[in-house]
């Protein structure tokens, strides 16, 4: 299927088979494409670059399809990193967390930090945890096939 170039996200660089890969979803999805190109919110002679996932209902484009500048999608994945890094240590503690200390990291950024940590204002944060946790789990060979791959892209480039 192909992604439409005629709205406001102006696709330049494009994976127009997604569907074929997103993960527990592959071949039953409507994330049809990916697309970095020129983000829809631009204003005149103000240039950003966005990703976008393009959804399709079956019969048109969906408008939940979802457009993220490209240093979100970087801030996600380093979110995500921290994340199955802690949940691979969690076993520690009975909650799977530290009950006194919510803090994961703080990751450097920008000349300030991002913190990571466990949001102990979910009220169902105990069981939430344990079904986040089974879920990275069953999820761990998708995951750790793409995280092998960006690490192989980010030494082939230097990182």
């Known amino acids: 299927m192909k992604i439409p170039v005629n709205l406001k ?7 127009e ?6 993960g527990r979803k592959a ?6 494409g ?7 919110w631009n204003d005149r002679g103000k240039l950003d670059i966005s990703a976008k996932v393009w ?14 500048p490209i240093h979100r999608i970087l801030d996600l994945a380093i979110l995500i990193c921290k994340a199955k890094s802690y949940f691979g240590e969690a076993y520690k503690f009975p909650k799977f967390y530290d009950p006194d200390k919510d803090l994961i990291d703080r990751i450097g950024l920008q000349g300030d930090a991002m913190n990571v940590s466990i ?9 939430d ?8 789990s069953e999820d761990d060979e ?3 096939e793409r995280l092998r791959v960006l690490s192989n892209i980010l030494k082939e480039m230097g990182y």
């Open 9 to 15: 996200h102006k696709p330049v660089i494009i994976s």
């Open 17 to 22: 088979n997604y569907e074929n890969i997103d």
């Open 27 to 32: 071949y039953n999805t409507d994330a049809k």
């Open 34 to 40: 990916l697309s970095l190109g020129l983000a829809q």
């Open 55 to 68: 959804r399709h209902t079956g019969e048109k484009w969906s408008r939940q399809s979802e457009e993220l």
């Open 119 to 127: 949001c102990k204002d979910n009220p169902m944060i105990d069981e």
């Open 129 to 136: 945890i344990k079904l986040f946790m089974q879920s990275l």
């Open 142 to 144: 998708i995951l750790s």
